[in-house]
Every structure is written in C-alpha cells, then in structure tokens.
C-alpha cells in the first residue's frame, strides 16, 4: 500500500526534553524499535535499572496485547501512538490504538494462571495483563471515537542506579 494511504508510516518521534511522542506500526519489528527508542527516553531522563525493566515489561506486554488481540482481525499491521512523560515520580505512557476493543472487564485484577507441572509447557496467556497491573500504577482505560486508550504510570525507584559503561 503507498505511504498516502497509511499516514502512520515513518513518521520520526517527536522529542522534548521530558515527552517522547512515537507513532508505529502493530508488528513485532515495529514494536522492538519502538520500545528501544522508550528505553533510550527513559534513561536520558534518569531511570534507574529497575525502572527501564519494569517499563520494558509492561510496555511490551500492552503492545504486544494490541498487537495480538486489538488488531488480531486486521489483514495488515495497525498504527498505535504512544506518548511517554517523564516526571520526578514516575513515567507515564498513553498508548493508543484503532483495534478492536478490550473485554468491558479489562481493568479488573487478574490472578496468575493456576499451578502446572514442570513437566508440562507453561499454559499460554495469563501472565501479561498480571504483570501489567502489577507493574504499573494509575492504570486506566477509555474507548472513545473508535481509538482504545490505555494509559499507565510506572513509579520510579531509585535503588539500583545503572552502573556507567568503563567506570
């Protein structure tokens, strides 16, 4: 399809000082160089270790909940806009999509999936959303004008400070 008719397509990040505004496509490439530039963002703007595994982990389950059920009926990739804000407490993401919408019950907790047997493969789906409510805090959703709007904050924890490379 020509690039006019997908207006999401490469379009650069927009940067401030604290905001990382990014607009990518719903398949995994897309995805992995999206979350590397939020990575870079966050640790310009002072995350700790802790903090830059924790927004990776929910970060990549949300994406890839959108790009696994949200656009699950799509015969090509979707556009998903995330904002990422960086303040003293926390950083807090808006990620928003045209797929189609979550369960009505999206925000309720969810336990872990029930125990298995090591000899048996791990059961499939039931960690990410148990990681994504554990992970993250202010967590709400809306589903205005045919977009879902998912957003989140990951708290920032000052405990283990990256180590600087050759130091």
Sequence with gaps: MAASSQPWRNRAPTRARYILRLRLDSDEYAIRHGLEQIRTHAARNG???????????????????IAEHAYADHAQVGPIDI????TPDSFRF???????????????PRPMPETYHPDTPLPEGGFGWHLITTLSVRLTFAR????NCLRFAVPITR????PKDGE
């Design 47 to 65: 995350a700790d270790c802790t903090a830059l595994g924790k927004i990776e982990i929910v970060l990549a389950e949300v994406l890839n909940n």
């Design 83 to 86: 904002t990422c804000t960086a």
């Design 94 to 108: 808006a990620v928003l999509d045209r797929g189609a919408p979550p369960p009505a019950d999206i925000l309720r």
């Design 144 to 147: 205005k004008h045919g977009c």
């Design 159 to 162: 405990e283990t400070m990256c």
